[in-house]
Structures are given as C-alpha cells and as structure tokens.
C-alpha cells in the first residue's frame, strides 16, 4: 500500500513546493537516484528479498523494480520538466535569462 502512495504524495510535493528552490532539488535528487541506480539496486533487493518479502519479486532484468519504482519516478520528473516548462513561458523565472 506504502507503494501505491508514494507517487501521489511525492507529486503533492512537487505541486505544493514548486516555487522553492531548495525543494525543488530535493525533489529531483532522490527519484533520479532511484532510477540511476536502479539496475544496482535490483540485484541487492534480488540478492536479499527474503528479508523484507515472501515471495522474490526482482527478476535479472528489473522488470519489477521499472514498474513499481522507477516508472513513477521518470513519470515524476517529466512533470516537472513539463511544470517548469510552462512555468518559464508564463513567467521569467529567476536563473533563466534566454537572450
């Protein structure tokens, strides 16, 4: 169920905290670790599943982890990429002068 919620909570984040900038760091660092380091990641969670699941959800290929984590995450960051693309047509945002 946590699983479920994180995207919606992390996106209630993105919307909530978009104006500053210390947030909007750290909500870009985290998902695109997440999915930077997600082949490695999957082979710990393969290596370890019994630890935390009873049944071994992380294949070679990271079919489950692309899914569950870093589908959500790429989803995440392309709306941001998108809101803060709307948000520099609309405003001049401070950092960006295009000449």
Known sequence: MLCLMLPVVFMLCLVLLCGVAFARVHTRGPPGAAVFFGERINGLAGDHWEAFAGQDYFDSHGI???IVVS????????AVLVSRLLLHQTHQLPGMDID
């Open 71 to 78: 589908g959500p995450a790429v989803f995440n960051l392309f």
């Open 64 to 66: 489950f982890y692309s």
